[in-house]
């Protein structure tokens, strides 16, 4: 069975930083590429960024090109997702996600609060 599961989200002041990792499991990691999506209070859920299977190529929705930093470590079946100088609308439930077969599975969500 495919398992994400999201950690690391946290309260944070306005630019400040923090890394959300992804666990994965269930599913040949380093052949899958990898998203993050995120959906913030009132708006529908977007796209953040895009990794390559084996973190060849990466790409980022235009309001975070920048700051944040999609990186993966297929050794340990992990996605990670480094933000900085964070600003309030980047308050989120931030989830990962891999398209297998048509399918897109999810992981359950972190919620990153960016806040004074």
């Known amino acids: 069975q495919v398992q994400l599961v999201e950690s690391g989200g946290d309260l944070v002041q306005p630019g400040g930083s923090l890394r959300l990792s992804c666990a994965a499991s269930?599913?040949?990691?380093?052949?899958?590429?990898l998203n993050w999506y995120r959906q913030g209070p009132g708006k529908e859920r977007e796209l953040v960024g895009i990794?390559?299977?084996?973190?060849?190529?990466?790409d980022y929705a235009d309001s975070v090109k920048g700051r944040f930093n999609i990186y993966r470590d297929n050794a340990k079946n992990t996605l990670y997702l480094e933000m900085n100088t964070l600003k309030p609308d980047d308050t989120a439930v931030y989830y990962c996600n891999v398209r297998i077969r048509g399918i897109y599975y999810w992981g359950k969500g972190t919620l990153v609060t960016v806040s004074s």
């Open positions: 269930g599913f040949t990691f380093d052949n899958y590429v």
């Open positions: 990794i390559g299977s084996r973190g060849d190529t990466i």
